[in-house]
């Protein structure tokens, strides 16, 4: 009796993390296709209040000194200003604006690469997406453009105060590549927000991603600027969120062959 209680309980187990998953896989799921007279969303992306001064970091303390103070942005006594927050006429740089939930609509773009160049990633702020099903190489990678100089790409999916580990490769040499795309497969819907990179040898080289479920974002240009095509009519929730400001979210109607105008002001906490 014990024992066909336990199997039963077993089972109903399984059940409950397959639904789960079947529940989470949908969630997640997008579907590409064409779209006919879509609309688009355009606007500026504002900061309210100053931004915060840069952090200036000291190259002598860490390794490497000789050739990452041959970066343009470093100043006497080798020290280079680290900007987490960049705003021009208090026009806000480098916001992600996305519509949070559409399951149907234009291709996802190309693969991304953060290039490890002069100690510094680039692009700072950019969009990743869990790879699909069966894909697990050519949507997200890592070069180190640096000669003779070891990087070592540690990438996290950040939770608040908590940091998961998704990756932590050594590129020891100029030309190396890491391709990343099937260490995001343990980002899950509803769990996964931000992307963090770092080079764990030279602490200072920073970057940040959002992570997207759908092709529809873009990212704040040098003077605030976004805009989003393709889009079907409707209605959307779309979301302009920086990593070091924070998230303001305004629903949207977008109209068929119409661009939707639709600003948004981000406040420095």
């Not at 080798?78 to 927050?85: A, E, L, M």
């Not at 697990?136 to 890592?142: F, H, N, Q, T």
Request: glycine content about 8%.
């Amino acid at each position: 009796m014990i024992k066909k209680s336990l199997v039963n309980v077993l089972v109903v187990l399984v059940v409950l993390v397959f639904s789960a998953s079947l529940s989470l896989a949908k969630k997640g799921a997008y579907e590409e296709g064409s779209v006919s007279n879509g609309g688009s969303i355009s606007g500026v992306v504002t900061l309210k209040g100053d931004a915060p001064e840069p952090i200036m970091e000291d190259l002598n303390k860490g390794k490497n000194v000789e050739f990452c103070a041959t970066h343009p942005d470093t100043q006497e006594g080798n020290v280079r200003p680290r900007h987490k927050v960049v705003a021009n006429g208090g026009k806000l740089k480098n916001t992600v604006v996305f519509i949070e939930d559409i399951s149907k609509g234009k291709a996802w773009p190309g693969p991304i690469n953060f290039d490890f160049k002069n100690c510094d990633i680039e692009p700072k702020v950019a969009v990743v997406r869990r790879p699909p099903r069966g894909v697990r190489e050519g949507l997200v990678s890592i070069t180190n453009q640096d000669p003779d100089i070891l990087h070592n790409p540690h990438g996290y999916s950040v939770m608040g105060a908590r940091r998961k580990t998704l990756f932590n490769k050594p590129l020891p040499s100029k030309g190396d590549v890491a391709d990343v795309t099937k260490n995001l497969m343990r980002m899950r819907p509803g769990r996964d927000q931000h992307f963090f990179l770092q080079c764990d040898q030279h602490n200072f080289m920073e970057a940040d991603a959002r992570v997207v479920w759908n092709p529809y974002f873009t990212v704040s240009s040098d003077d605030g600027s976004f805009k989003i095509d393709q889009i079907p009519a409707g209605k959307y929730k779309v979301t302009a969120w920086h990593p070091y400001v924070g998230t303001v979210t305004k629903e949207v109607t977008v109209s068929g062959g119409a661009d939707a105008k639709q600003d948004f002001e981000l406040a420095v906490k």
